[in-house]
């Protein structure tokens, strides 16, 4: 018991150390709709609040569990939406804004 | 016991075969079939994970391929049906050097129906939605470690799967506080010699956007031979500004509780993501169960037992991790080393080349 608590204090300690303020997070969770953006089947370009609202939703519902993906088509974008909205209990409002946030 | 080998619980019971496979592979492309006519963003998507993991635990090592395929098919405006295999070899040591087996197992196949902003209805067989470890992070490409809590069985009927029917939602989303559940009925069997084991259970969790924080509760009672209640939380934050991310659960049974938790972080201060040091990822779990008595068999240790898990992961570019740990086990039964390795890729492309506006 106690060589588990002092090593856990001890990695904890090294993680949140390491875990320097910067916001990156956000720059992990523009990188997948920005290598796929070129190539997007959608036309219209979002508002800046749509895209504020979109990259929020990515953020809390999707990287809390897993980092992007390293680009994907454009032509799965609404598949991976529906998955989403059923797997983390999206709303239907945080639904059309994360697919016009992967549609940017 | 290996996230893999979990993957195989629901066939336990059921004598592995390629024919399970080939009848995944057709009803799979039935559903891409049918949905050929989808829109332009709706194409049936392939994704899943390759990988190659080893194991050694207490100097013997294990060298395991793993396969793990999911489909998902969006038919029409409000359904999606979705599945996962997994495909196993697994070469052990025995007493005459290593045996070899393989296992082919159906994870899940279930058919949404989006019912409502506030409802969908979930039909099949499914994860069952206790705690949230079970649906979130059992697939190899996001797990932080190869190996699932010790305590996970608790609450998840034996092999967390459920055969039935689920209603699951988000009651409210606001900017400030969001409310979902999720609530199944399971009538389950793993054999045709046995009953179904009926279960049901649900879920509610609250989550804040501007704290990241997320805390929640699940129930679930077996209702088959003798009745057992299961009770579980959770509590995730995840930092603002940081790669930081904190998650936890703890989980109680008639005959058993325990808890993990786990830490994981992105160091930024040396570059983004995409740097060197951006890609390293430490990760660590402590978790503990406890044995109330032993009559009952729920996948638990038999002992109370401690456990540190201290990883190293890599994400490499192309959605490809190289996960490393070594993890020290405290029981009464014996003290054990675990290391393991693994290189894991996850794929995602569409099913085909679809339509384009």
Same mark, same amino acid.
């Given at each position: 018991? %106690? ?26 969770? %523009? ?74 | ?92 040591? +025995? ?51 190869? +190996?699932?809590?010790l305590m996970e069985p608790l609450g998840l009927m ?21 409310? +979902? ?11 045709s010699q046995f009953k179904a084991d009926r279960s ?39 930092? %603002? ?24 972080s992105r160091p930024f201060a040396f570059g983004n ?35 540190? +898990? ?46 384009? %506006?």
């Open positions: 018991m %106690k060589p588990s608590i002092l090593a856990f204090c001890a990695a904890l300690g090294t993680v949140v150390a390491a875990a320097a303020p910067l916001s990156a997070v956000q720059d992990q969770a %523009k990188a997948a709709p920005s290598q796929q953006s070129k190539n997007s089947a959608s036309a219209s370009a979002p508002s800046p609040d749509v895209k504020d609202e979109g990259e929020r939703v990515f953020e809390q519902n999707c990287a809390r569990c897993h980092n992007a993906p390293s680009g994907f088509s454009p032509r799965i974008a609404g598949t991976i939406v529906r998955h989403m909205r059923v797997r983390a209990n999206l709303s239907h409002h945080d639904e059309e804004v994360l697919l016009q946030f992967f549609n940017q | 016991m290996l996230d893999i080998v979990w993957l195989m619980e629901p066939l336990r019971f059921i004598p592995p075969s390629a024919s399970r496979l080939v009848g995944w592979l057709l009803l799979m492309s039935a559903g891409l079939s049918a949905g050929i006519c989808a829109k332009a963003q709706d194409t049936p998507l392939l994704s899943g994970t390759a990988g190659f993991v080893t194991n050694t635990t207490g100097g013997k090592t294990s060298y395991i391929p793993v396969f793990a395929p999911l489909a998902a098919v969006p038919l029409g405006e409000h359904v999606l049906v979705e599945s996962r295999a997994a495909i196993i070899e697994s070469f052990a040591p +025995d007493a005459n050097g290593y045996s070899h087996s393989h296992f082919v197992a159906l994870t899940y196949l279930q058919g949404d129906y989006i019912a409502t902003s506030h409802l969908t209805v979930v039909a099949g067989s499914f994860l069952l939605p206790f705690n949230v470890y079970n649906e979130r992070l059992t697939p190899t490409w996001i797990g932080n470690f190869q +190996d699932e809590p034996s092999a967390g799967i459920g055969l039935g029917g689920q209603l699951r939602g988000s009651v409210v989303s606001h900017p400030k506080v969001s409310f +979902d559940y999720a609530v199944w009925y399971s009538a389950r069997s793993a054999n049901f259970g649900g879920r509610g969790s609250f989550y804040f956007p501007e704290q990241r924080l997320e805390v929640g509760a699940s129930y679930g009672r077996r209702m088959q031979g003798t009745h057992e209640n299961f009770a579980g939380a959770h509590l995730w934050w995840q930092s %603002k500004d940081a790669g930081f991310r904190f998650r936890s659960e703890v989980a109680r049974g008639q005959h058993a509780y325990g808890y993990w938790i786990e830490a994981d993501l995409d740097s060197f040091a951006g890609r390293i990822e430490p990760v660590f779990r402590m978790q503990q169960t406890f044995r109330i008595d032993n009559l009952a068999s729920d996948g638990l240790p038999s002992a109370n037992t401690q456990r540190a +898990d201290f990883g190293l992961d890599y994400n490499l570019p192309h959605n490809t991790r190289i996960l490393t740990s070594y993890s020290r086990q405290f029981s009464s039964t014996g003290n054990v080393n675990i290391w393991e390795t693994g290189i894991v890729y996850r794929f995602l492309f569409p099913a085909w080349k679809g339509h384009q %506006k």
